[in-house]
């Protein structure tokens, strides 16, 4: 049966071509025992309505080679699809609705994404029918995916995968300003949320997070918080969910990223930002904090090792010119000045959670967590 091993004592990021090792943890030596590794990684969140292929001759050209070999690649689908048979009505008339079509999840899949939150803010921005062909598309693909149902049981049910004999769990909720039409019930479907004051969902979670550990070696819980509850909730949420079996709590939500905190043997990232992030606001509209993220590549092993990579991204916020909205929004990796920026703003972040990262290097960085 899994055990779960403590992240106590100091910790090793090395960003880009060097790994984050765990002190407490074996260090896997890749040359032995590959086959019992996996390879998971964290991405921010994919507001993504356009195939980049369609306007774009190489797009995520830097960042495409760190997830195609992955076993597992994770992002929120930050999108409500549309079948293409269908005619689906909006339920907001903004700038910030985000509807598309299926062709974003064809892209996604050709990246190796196949492990999706379908729990936010957008979730229910076509309504009922939005919900329902979100599901049924990602499923058609065979993206695994979790937090939203066609009743409540349904947007519970963890996602499961399993590679290489390691099975990997996924709970999923949105804790942000939705319609209290979009909440899933018993008869109805829609979006697991998680709302302060809630105690019943809180318990609801909760089970869901111990069955999800009951079946696997590792748990991960996904919760979109924007706009709810503060952010001593949001810990407070992320301590419960690895004191119940988590191994990883991972946060979207506002567009921007937040702290890393080690916790009672678990791992929680507050916020990876963005990963595509096609807003229709005019340039200059947010700060360059929104166009930055981090991807996370965590290494497990059947004898609990972990071993965790930060690299970081920044995302193309786009030229005035044809096909303006359809070419911004992408990631590249981050180097030299503009990378250690990145990460010089994780390290500050992180530091009122206790953790302490320090950066070195100049074009490719490293760092190590105290």
């Known amino acids: 049966m899994f055990q779960r091993i403590g992240l106590k004592g100091p910790l090793f990021f090395f960003v880009l ?21 996996i390879e998971l ?28 070999d992955a076993d597992i690649v994770m992002s929120n689908l930050e999108v409500s699809v549309c079948a293409t048979e269908l005619r689906c009505e909006p339920t907001r008339n903004d700038i910030f609705f985000h509807g598309t079509k299926p062709e974003v999840l064809d892209y996604l899949k050709s990246i190796n994404i196949n492990l999706l939150s379908l729990s936010n803010n957008h979730s229910w921005d076509y309504g009922l029918q939005g919900i329902i062909s979100t599901i049924d598309e990602t499923r058609k693909r065979g993206i695994k995916h979790a937090g939203t149902g066609k009743t409540l049981a349904d947007a519970l049910e963890p ?45 609801r979670n909760l089970t869901s997070i111990r069955e999800a550990r009951s079946k696997t070696d590792w748990v991960i819980v996904y919760q979109h918080f924007q ?65 930055e993220s981090v991807l996370v590549n965590i290494s497990l092993d059947s004898s609990n090792a972990k071993k965790v990579r930060f690299i970081p991204l920044v995302i193309d916020e786009g030229e005035n010119g044809p096909n303006f909205l359809q070419k911004r929004g992408y990631p590249k990796v981050a180097q030299g000045p503009q990378g250690k920026a990145i990460l010089n703003n994780l390290s500050k972040l992180s530091l009122p959670f206790g953790t302490d990262i320090r950066i070195t290097g100049e074009q490719f960085l490293y760092g190590d967590l105290n």
Not at 251 to 265: R, W
């Open 17 to 37: 071509l060097v790994s984050l090792v765990f002190s407490g943890f074996q260090t896997v030596d890749s040359s032995e025992g590959s086959e019992e590794t």
């Open 41 to 68: 990684v964290l991405l921010g969140q994919s507001l993504i309505e356009h195939d980049p292929r369609q306007y774009l001759e190489n797009p995520l050209e830097t960042v495409v080679p760190l997830l195609i």
């Open 159 to 203: 996602a499961y995968l399993e590679i290489q004999g390691q099975k990997v769990a996924l709970v999923a909720m949105a804790s942000c300003k939705l319609s209290p039409d979009a909440a899933a019930s018993t008869e109805q479907p829609g979006v697991n949320i998680l709302l302060p004051e809630d105690d019943e969902a809180w318990q």
């Open 227 to 291: 706009s709810i509850g503060t952010k001593q909730w949001q810990q407070s949420w992320a301590r419960a969910a690895i004191d119940n079996g988590a191994d990883i709590y991972v946060s979207h939500g506002e567009p921007a990223l937040s702290g890393v905190e080690q916790y009672n043997g678990g791992l929680i990232f507050y916020g990876l930002g963005n990963f595509i992030f096609h807003t229709r606001t005019n340039i200059g509209n947010y700060t360059s904090e929104v166009w």
